[in-house]
């Protein structure tokens, strides 16, 4: 098929093709960091039978002098990217002998080394292949190739064309392989004279309707905080599925007129919906891109990004969900061809810029990998690794054999730990079982815990009663610490210090004169001193009377000062001299802990009789005002009890710690 608008091979002597959408993105994806490989394709397969090096290495060479992009190179010409063909060479092979019958995670080590070497876009061939022997009959082939060279659907091309090469230099025949039709660089510099020539506009205009006014990200609860410049490193589970579970999506997808891949869409949307708590999710969708038939045997980068909008405003129902998921992709079928990189620009500017454009989560429908395939007479089988990385926050991939289905999720370490990844998984079992089964559920009432999930968060996690003895105050943990260690150093100021049994004599000697004048349990008591030795006795003495102290800070305003005294009305103020003509009118009375220290050294040292009770106040502090007037928070004895000991508990504290209460 050929015209006006479909791709067509360039006559000989045409300049260097332009880089197409997609490549260009990830050009200079490539240009701004010299580590990133999260663009890496790497493959792997185990080869059951003994390996023809030389036919393989035959294979590779027959494979690149084929397709163009292969051997392709980037560079700019006055500002602008091209892609310039290589004259076509031997493919970099690698054969390392391992120990026969070795250790797989030998293999897996090896394979995720190796995958992670970085491409030169400027320089290297984008293919590379590396033989690990175990032996003579026992092998793993590790083929590499970049994004910006080769996509999903190029792995079954690639793979089909090296088995009939290996075949036919084996067989000493010709390979049974048509011309192709066009190379890649024709399709590069096609799509861009139709975006010249405004073939675009329409389906860009109607992304930007559809996409407008989106959310700047998606905001995800996340087991660590977003790094700043975060890296692409990432991690990926896969998980079987249960026969019932496929069996729902198909039941669900029939009621609803919907493919599979809508009703999985469907329900991976509704689990972000409720995680975020969101009611605008986006999801972006790869599309294999490959509309015109000359594009189908092909290696190259083809692939395109719909991106998918689905609405929760107003808690709908999950089928009321279905059916709007069946609309917007059957919409977004019939502009899929738009690269998605001209719709990004359309809507630039409205995201949050430390995030991709428009999505920040994936999801993809696909059949999976046969369970092996032919390498001539050679017997070979896909083998999974994980390479350690990942492009977006999270990717949800839907992977059919026919026989069953397995879900694999790709997660951003740096975000995600491997539990949180699997329990997403489980919730995400758990909304579609229940969706297949009361489908007129609205959303925020289809069950994302199971049984044991569910008890660990309503009841172990909320189980924090502790057995301590109810009648225990903060002023008997202070007097049992002074008992365990009366010699030891219990508060320094400057060049002063006291130990336990000084501190406490001090403030048993001033909570016998606060007892003489009236001090009770709940009696609050004032306290505006400076950073002194003298302040931390006034507060035990105030705790062993059995009243409370309010601190009111000497460097506040006078108006502060005067608002706290008149709010809370202690009727007694302890101080110190040289600050009593800098505090407001009081009608208590004053005591300055300096001054009056002799008329205080006159009292026993040993402690009054404790009277104050779990219940009573120990002390009353002054928000900050910032909402308006502040307010007195009572705090008991009881509550600071429980955070001492939750604390001890917690954090096994021993008498080595030192903590700030």
């Not at 428009?358 to 083998?383: K, W």
Request: net charge negative.
């Amino acid at each position: 098929m050929t015209g006006p608008d479909t791709p067509r091979r360039r006559g000989p002597g045409a300049p260097p093709a332009p880089l197409s959408f997609g490549q260009e993105m990830l050009w200079l994806l490539d240009r701004a960091s010299d580590e990133l490989v999260a663009y890496n394709v790497p493959r792997a397969f185990r080869i059951a039978g003994q390996l023809d090096h030389a036919a393989l290495q035959a294979a590779l060479d027959a494979l690149v002098a084929r397709h163009e992009i292969l051997r392709t190179t980037f560079t700019e010409e006055a500002g602008v990217p091209i892609q310039r063909v290589g004259a076509a060479g031997p493919v970099p092979l690698e054969v390392m002998e391992l120990v026969a019958g070795g250790p797989d995670l030998e293999v897996q080590d090896l394979l995720t080394a190796r995958a992670r070497r970085r491409f030169d876009l400027q320089r290297d061939l984008l293919l590379r292949a590396t033989v690990l022997r175990r032996g003579d009959e026992d092998a793993v082939l590790l083929l590499e190739t970049h994004h910006i060279a080769t996509d999903g659907w190029s792995k079954g091309i690639m793979l089909r064309e090296l088995s009939e090469f290996y075949a036919a230099y084996r067989e000493g025949r010709a390979p049974e392989l048509g011309a192709l039709p066009i190379q890649f660089g024709d399709f590069a510099a096609w799509q861009r004279d139709r975006d010249a020539a405004g073939a675009y506009q329409e389906d860009v205009a109607y992304w930007a309707t559809t996409l407008g006014g989106l959310p700047p990200a998606l905001e995800l609860p996340t087991d660590r905080p977003r790094p700043t410049g975060g890296t692409f490193r990432g991690a990926r589970i896969t998980r079987a599925m249960p026969a019932d579970f496929k069996t729902a999506v198909a039941a669900l997808g029939r009621a609803h007129r919907c493919t599979p891949f809508m009703t999985l869409l469907a329900a991976w949307q509704t689990l972000l919906h409720r995680y975020s708590g969101q009611t605008d999710i986006v999801t972006g969708c790869p599309v294999a891109g490959r509309d015109e038939p000359e594009l189908e045997g092909l290696i190259g980068y083809f692939t395109n990004t719909i991106a998918l909008r689905t609405s929760f405003e107003g808690d709908p129902s999950f089928d009321a969900v279905l059916d709007q998921v069946r609309t917007s992709v059957l919409e977004a079928w019939e502009h899929q061809q738009v690269p998605f990189e001209r719709v990004a620009d359309a809507l630039r500017g409205g995201h949050a810029s430390d995030r991709p454009a428009v999505y920040q989560v994936l999801f993809q429908h696909e059949r999976e990998d046969a369970a092996s395939v032919g390498l001539g007479e050679l017997t070979l089988t896909p083998m999974a690794f994980d390479p350690g990385w990942t492009k977006l926050d999270l990717s949800l991939g839907a992977l059919d054999s026919g026989a069953g289905l397995a879900l694999q999720l790709q997660y951003r370490t740096e975000l995600f730990d491997e539990a949180t990844a699997v329990r997403m998984l489980g919730h995400l079992e758990l909304l579609l079982m229940a969706a297949a089964r009361s489908p007129a559920l609205p959303v925020s009432r289809l069950p994302l815990l199971d049984a044991a999930e569910r008890r660990r968060v309503l009841q172990d996690w909320n189980s924090t009663e502790r057995p301590y003895d109810p009648e225990l105050t903060l002023t008997a943990l202070l007097e049992a610490q002074a008992a365990r260690s009366p010699e030891a150093e219990a508060v320094r100021f400057e060049n002063r210090a006291l130990s336990y049994a000084e501190l406490h004599a001090n403030a048993n000697r001033l909570a016998h004169h606060l007892r003489g004048l009236g001090v009770r349990p709940d009696t609050l008591v004032g306290v505006c001193a400076e950073r002194s030795i003298e302040m931390v006795v006034a507060l035990l003495a105030i705790l062993k009377a059995g009243g409370a102290y309010v601190p009111l800070d000497p460097e506040y305003p006078a108006e502060r000062l005067a608002f706290m005294l008149g709010d809370a009305a202690p009727p007694v103020l302890l101080t110190q001299q040289h600050l009593i003509d800098r505090l407001p009118p009081f009608q208590g009375v004053v005591i300055a802990l300096d001054a009056d220290s002799r008329d205080i050294a006159a009292h026993p040292p040993e402690p009054p009789a404790p009277i104050a009770r779990p219940h009573d106040l120990a002390y009353m502090i002054y928000t900050s005002g910032s909402t308006g007037r502040p307010k007195g928070a009572r705090n008991e004895h009881r509550g600071i009890v429980n955070r001492l000991l939750l604390m001890q508990e917690t954090f096994a504290l021993t008498a080595a710690d030192t903590v700030l209460q």
